[in-house]
């Protein structure tokens, strides 16, 4: 039997390992510590745009300009945390209650393991060893590899039919890109 390890879980739950719930801590509890590897995500999401801020300073000659701290988070959070609202909605609309806390816990650990991929290679990028263009592309996987992770777990851990599954990935990704939409023109 395997122990708890979310970040491992992550690839149980979007493969077709068998028991991926023995990865989760799918209790009260770990709902909350999911909550905290949301805010946790938040420092690599910082990386990506220190990273694309740096290189767009670097290909207009100014100095890097950063968005706040404050505002920052505030439309990072609003972004990461408009899941489990839209996870409560669907549960509620097709009667899968009992599926909402394993599916917002699996996906906050998803955010986070895909968040931490694309900190890496802006980390390498500023280190240095990997061109910018190279982590631009291992970013735009990560965000696209979201939209079919948020329709995996919508299908595996919340139950839902593969129709469904994808209407409800697409939602999420239209309510996220709304969000960044709003943080570009503010």
């Known amino acids: 039997?395997?122990?708890?390890?979310?970040?491992?879980?992550?690839?149980?739950?979007?493969?077709?390992?068998?028991?991926?719930?023995?990865?989760?801590?799918?209790?009260?509890?770990?709902?909350?510590?999911?909550?905290?590897?949301?805010?946790?995500?938040?420092?690599?999401?910082?990386?990506?745009v220190l990273g694309v801020q740096t290189e767009r300073a670097r290909l207009a000659d100014v100095d890097v300009t950063l968005p706040g701290v404050v505002p920052f988070a505030l439309i990072a959070s609003l972004w990461l945390f408009s899941f489990p609202a839209l996870a409560y909605v669907a549960g509620m609309y097709f009667e899968k209650m009992d599926s909402v806390r394993p599916w917002v816990i699996t996906r906050n650990w998803t955010v986070l393991a895909l968040a931490s991929i694309a900190g890496v290679m802006f980390g390498l990028v500023g280190l240095g060893v990997m061109p910018f263009i190279a982590a631009m592309g291992a970013s735009f996987a990560a965000y696209l590899g979201l939209l079919a992770a948020d329709i995996r777990l919508a299908q595996k851990v919340a139950g839902f039919k593969w129709g469904a599954s994808i209407l409800i990935g697409c939602v999420i990704v239209a309510v996220s890109l709304t969000f960044v939409q709003l943080a570009l023109s503010a």
């Open 1 to 48: 039997m395997a122990t708890r390890n979310p970040l491992l879980g992550v690839f149980a739950v979007l493969g077709t390992w068998p028991d991926w719930e023995v990865y989760f801590d799918l209790s009260r509890k770990g709902l909350k510590i999911s909550f905290l590897a949301l805010v946790v995500s938040l420092v690599p999401f910082w990386r990506v």
